[in-house]
């Protein structure tokens, strides 16, 4: 199955796929006049905590929007991509970043414009302006988008990957005897004891609806990017003389793989822009078409105003989180250590913290699991809203479907890293492709409603 899930990766993230992840987000920069250069000063000063009035508060919409970005993709992702990109894929994961933003612009500004009002407060996504925004013609295409994204979520992004990182970071710090053999493999006692702790606190948050999973949200998701951050400086301010070397070689293996790392690292270029490109839309979601489904149930009413505090989510998710992860398994050299997973940043944080070993592995393994746990209940949110656009409002459809989003969380564990990883990058290119020709034909609409308008510095005063 690992083998076959990774052939057909490469085959879906092959050039085509990857320039259109980037031609889009180069055509909104171009179009826009570079908004994500120009305006990220103004888009971070919108960012302010407190209530919302119809919805929920812009500010609660990003940390959701955040929750399911700032996950395992931050710490396995970047670690999965660079042990087989090379170091060179992160630059080309914050390439794809920088593009990015101007596409999570573009989807946060269609998310407000083509919103409906419900009773219990707003509704939107990709699906709702793909039909009101192109019209009922191309109802088609939302209901692709509907219906792979409620598939993501059970069998991608917010569960697999996620669920999987959680027991992998648990076994690695408390280890513990063998439990029982499935197929061929051994699994741990801290891997069960771990994945069914996952799916009961899961399950408390879930049954708590669209309000507990925000407040939830917000209040995981500025503790665990600051403790994450801040001994990820630290790792960095110790061995910053190691620096300057790290970046010559993240630019030169970027462009000449072989000729750096040698023929018998087995990295391409083709393979360094594939984990570059592929591991940077998992964990920013910028196209993808997740994101506009938290920053729709905002009670911000400028689209102008979303689409800024929607590009700072891919700012704060890649830019900074994945560039410091980045760094740091370069400078410690842990990118070429022969493991897996979140084993290959455990090896840098013990490398290079000047603190006991042990401590390090327990504070990234708290931080990789609130990481995963606030993906998992934000994924939740995202496949439900997919759900009730297909099914329209029938709650018992919505439980089924939690049900089955649990169970999928229970079975995570039994996957390996590579699998879950591979059917994660396939599933991500399914579900963006209906919302990326939204976004080519859309494209007109948000240059014409947006440079008129983007709020200057004076404005906000």
Known sequence: MEVFLRRVGERVWGLPMM??????????????????????????????????????????????ALAATVGTGNIVGVATALAAGGPGALLWMLLAALLGMATQYAEGFLAVKYRRKEKDGYFGGPFCYIEQGLGKRYRWLAVTFAATGAAVGILGVGTTAQVNSITGAADTFFSSGTAFVLAGHAYSKTVVISGALTVLAAAFVLIGGVKRITKVCEALVPVMTALYLLFSAVLLICCADRIPSAVALIVKSAFCPRAVLGA???????????????????????GLGSSPIAAAVSDETDPVKQGLISMTGTFIDTIVICTMTGLCLTVTGAWSAPLQGVRITDAAWRAGLPWAESLSSFVLVVCLIFFAFATIIGWNFYAERCVQYLTGEKPWVQKLYRVFYLLAIAAGPFFTVNAAWELADILNA???????????????????????????KRAQK
């Open 19 to 64: 320039l259109l992840f980037l031609g889009v987000g180069l055509l909104f920069t171009v179009r826009l006049k570079g908004v994500q250069f120009r305006r990220l000063g103004t888009a971070l000063r919108l960012i302010r905590p407190g209530e919302g009035k119809d919805g929920i508060s812009p500010y609660a919409a990003l940390c959701t």
């Open 264 to 286: 018998g690292a087995g990295v391409s270029l083709k393979l360094a822009l594939r984990m570059g490109i592929g591991r940077g839309v998992f964990t920013n979601e910028a």
């Open 430 to 456: 399914v579900m963006a492709l209906p919302n990326l020709t939204a976004l080519l034909l859309l494209q007109k609409r948000v240059v014409s409603d947006t440079l008129p308008s983007v709020p200057t």
